[in-house]
């Protein structure tokens, strides 16, 4: 019997993203191979022909115009079949006119959901949590959202947070509370005495102290 300990492996932020073979609604894709030169978003939802989850995908693929323009490919997944997969994709183009112009794993072997700790028994031992993983293009694992079964993501806050990575690392900064594009933001604090006095003449930046500096960019 497969014990709690290998479905709870959870990869952790600075890991490379676990590769995998799939079979989506785009095809069969290998992971390592899709989206290259891209930032990828790789979310995971309980079940197809599901509320919370019909206005979540629907969230996604709505924004999908501006993940383009932040050079970002999404991808999803849940524990259903390819059938299943397919039926939910038009039953909602039908309904609402959204269309899920993504791919979705089939992942109705779990490997995917078990690879990525998707599947966290206290909560289900059957559907994935609504997990959103933030991956650069070299495949490293920038940041991790965990929601429950019962509450959906904030589009806002994926959008932002994916913003705030890519602005961070295109100009070592970093990104204070609630940041959005055009706030300042904040300088990287000294790291010895040389570069603690450079920063208390500095007059460039908004100094609070000379650990704490915020610029515009």
Known sequence: METNENINVMPRIGDQAPDFEAVTTKGKIKFSEFAKDKWTILFSHPADFTPVCTTEMSGFALNKDKFDVL????????????????????????????????????????????????????ESETAAVRAVFFIDPSKKIRLVMYYPLNVGRNMDEILRALEALQVSDANKVAMPLNWRNGDKVIVPPPKNLDEMEDRLNDDSCERIDFYLCKRDL
């Open 71 to 122: 050079n970002t490919e999404l991808m999803g997944l849940s524990i259903d079949s390819i059938h299943s997969h397919l039926a939910w994709v038009n039953n909602v183009k039908e309904k609402t006119g959204v269309y899920f112009d993504f791919p979705i794993i089939a992942d109705i072997d779990m490997k995917v959901s078990k690879l990525y700790g998707m599947l966290q028994p206290n």
